[in-house]
């Protein structure tokens, strides 16, 4: 179907659907667990989530009932967090208490059971977090909620450095990454990540840095937080694909730090090595058709406009919406490639799978299995994808997609993706 | 949360139908004609707490403009300029019957915030006009911190009426252990019962508070409210838009200011 639009339709969510969750992204705080307040069945998503991650020793789960509903269950969750801790072989420094979105219909006061909680257990940092999907198309979903609840941690004081902090991705930008040379070029230092923090003392460097880069949307309102805060500035690098976003991109940083261009570092190498990747890349895949997928992209649009740039034949953009920070490249679609489908992954009529491109080459797991894709691109959320080495792993993935059919169910498997 | 302007923000409960609409809406009149810059948001699903600041007319709710233009809702959808300047909203809610009220309320202070409506506004005093008794989590949102600091509670001498401002002063009570509004006090809405002063006035003993106002049982609210306006905007010579001006400097002087 080839909507062009996003409709407010009864959703379809396949197998292949989802992200990494907020009890998976929250997990990333050092030290920190778990404690979820909902009825039982609210719990089923997250706790497959975490047992496949084998974290499942940082959960627990506080199941209410009807009458706790009736009443409120703010005094419940302290002896819960009592027992949790008693079952814990470690204290930890931090504890995520979760409520569903059962709570906003409750309407707990938060701010008061933190304070509880902090009274009662000092030295736990403890912070209530929404696991609420009625909250998605408000200006804080639940995937950008617990990155402002995780970065809230961050506590300051310590003396300002270099650092650069990366906000918004939930992995760490790739170590191979020209971004990294290119910042120490500026005089700036190395580019911090919560992913590698394993001490919640050491995560604290965060709270040192001077510059927060924000590379996906998610992590804006928490950049923006802790730029009132701790007076960190932002800037927003959003990943993309195509050359000339990627150097505007390096451009600002290098005003940021107020460094002519021509002084900065040179990425011309750089540039020239994405280019000539990605003509490798478009002789070996031909005229296969590609499927872009946002299981793949924060910026499908922008991804697809990339790869038609590139001169690859660019099919159909597969995405469940289009964010703000994509818009500017759906309508270049629109208007530059309007045979291009654009598929609204979770309109209701996609359960009858009447669109399947069997011979295409999908980048993202939820466009293989829509689309029943001969080949799938590893590519997953842009993990581990910034600016020309960025491209250059895109362009290596579609190749090797080439080697072997897609295995899907593998590809479920192994992003951790629980339906 | 809304906090770090300077303003005073008060809530006025009562049991439905007692007069929280009529008292707020003067209050709000009286203070906005003083040159004040007010804000009245309505808190009860009927939607009817600005009407006499806006010429009689019911203005759209957040929540009905929520559900018909979702994530492109403005500012301008919500806020409504009525007397003397007052920027009055309806919180609204569901249809009878159905749905949750007081996750209404909730959502609709969320979506002011959302909107910068307080910055935007820049009120010296925001009024939230509550309905009746603190039911749930939804109906004690404007008692909780960062809203209101103060909280008067409409009441006559009938006993129903004081059983609710009961209920609401040891909700406000329980709240205030934490640091949120306080009782400001009861402000009595004559409904001409039997030995009415001495029974508000025990009551609001019982509570640990005062009567800060006694205003009158008087045809002038009616005559008002016929022509869709405040007292003090239909009859400002009138004894009664004093009374309402009086109560005024009273709200204000335990407000602080």
């Known amino acids: 179907m080839n909507c062009g639009c996003f409709a407010d339709t009864l959703h379809y969510a396949s197998p292949a659907n989802g992200g990494r969750g907020v009890v998976r992204t929250g997990m990333m705080v050092p030290e920190s667990v778990q404690l979820f307040v909902c009825p039982f069945a609210c719990g089923r998503h997250g706790a497959i989530s975490i047992m496949k991650q084998e974290m499942k020793r940082r959960l627990a789960y506080l199941y209410v009932d009807q009458s706790d509903i009736i009443s409120g269950y703010d005094d419940l969750i302290p002896p819960a967090v009592e027992e949790f801790l008693q079952a814990l072989p470690a204290r930890p420094r931090v504890v995520l208490v979760f409520v569903s979105c059962l709570d906003d219909l409750i309407g707990t006061d938060n701010d008061a059971l933190e304070d509880t909680l902090h009274a009662r257990f000092p030295g736990i940092r403890f912070r209530v977090c929404h696991m609420n999907p009625i909250s998605l198309g408000s200006a804080t979903p639940p995937g950008v909620s617990i990155q402002n609840k995780m970065y809230s941690l961050l506590e300051g004081g310590r003396a300002p450095d270099r650092g650069v902090n990366c906000l918004g991705n939930l992995a760490q930008v790739d170590p191979r990454g020209e971004i990294h040379a290119f910042l120490a070029g500026l005089g700036l230092g190395e580019l911090r990540h919560i992913s590698r923090y394993t001490s919640f003392e050491d995560y604290q460097q965060m709270g040192s840095s001077c510059l927060n880069l924000v590379i996906a949307p998610q992590g804006k309102q928490a950049a923006g937080q802790l730029e009132r805060r701790l007076g960190i500035p932002m800037l927003t690098l959003p990943v993309s694909y195509r050359l000339e976003e990627i150097e505007a991109g390096y451009r600002s940083l290098a005003r940021w730090a107020d460094t002519a261009w021509e002084l900065a570092p040179d990425l011309t190498p750089w540039r020239d090595r994405a280019l000539a990747a990605a003509e490798r890349a478009r002789a070996r895949v031909g005229e296969i058709p590609l499927v872009v997928d946002a299981s793949a992209f924060q910026r499908p649009f922008g991804a697809a406009r990339a790869l038609l740039e590139y001169g690859f034949s660019v099919a159909r953009v597969q995405a469940g919406e289009c964010i703000p920070w994509d818009e500017e490249h759906l309508a270049w679609l629109r208007e530059h490639a309007p045979q291009v489908e654009i598929l609204q992954s979770n309109h209701h009529r996609v359960v009858r799978f009447e669109g399947q491109l069997p011979h295409s080459l999908a980048v993202g797991v939820d466009g293989a299995y829509l689309a029943g894709s001969r080949y799938a691109a590893d590519v997953f959320n842009d993990e581990g994808l910034l600016g020309y080495h960025g491209v250059i792993t895109l362009m290596e993935r579609l190749e090797q997609a080439l080697d072997a059919p897609a295995d899907v169910r593998k590809m479920i498997h192994e992003y951790g993706l629980v339906v | ?257």
């Open chain 2, 1 to 257: 949360m809304w906090k770090g302007v300077c303003v005073k923000k008060i809530a006025i409960y009562g049991k439905g139908g007692i007069g929280k609409s009529t008292t707020t809406s003067n209050l709000s009149a009286a203070l906005a004609a003083r040159g004040l810059r007010v804000m009245q948001i309505g808190c009860d699903p009927k939607a009817d707490s600005t009407k006499n600041l806006m010429g009689g007319r019911k203005i759209p709710t957040v929540l009905d403009q929520l559900r018909e233009r979702g994530s492109g809702l403005r500012l301008e959808d919500i806020a409504f300029t009525g007397f003397a300047g007052t920027v009055c909203v309806e919180a609204g809610g569901p249809t009878p019957g159905i749905g949750c009220a007081g996750r209404g309320i909730i959502t609709a202070f969320e979506k002011l915030e959302e909107l910068g409506a307080y910055e935007r506004y820049q009120p010296d005093i925001v009024f939230y006009d509550v309905l009746g008794d603190v039911v749930c989590g939804g109906f004690a949102m404007p008692i909780r911190g960062g809203y209101a600091q103060q909280v008067f509670i409409v009441t006559s001498g009938e006993m129903m009426s004081l059983y609710a401002a009961a209920n609401i002063a040891h909700a406000v009570e329980s709240f205030g252990k934490r640091g949120y509004a306080r009782l400001g006090g009861l402000i009595q809405n004559c409904r001409n019962v039997e030995d009415e002063d001495a029974l508000v006035a025990r009551a609001a003993a019982e509570c640990g508070s005062r009567v800060v106002s006694v205003i009158p049982r008087d045809r002038a609210v009616q005559q008002a409210e016929n022509q869709g306006m405040t007292v003090v905007e239909a009859l400002p010579d009138s004894s009664m838009a004093g009374v309402y001006g009086r109560l005024a400097d009273r709200v204000l002087e335990v407000a602080g200011g």
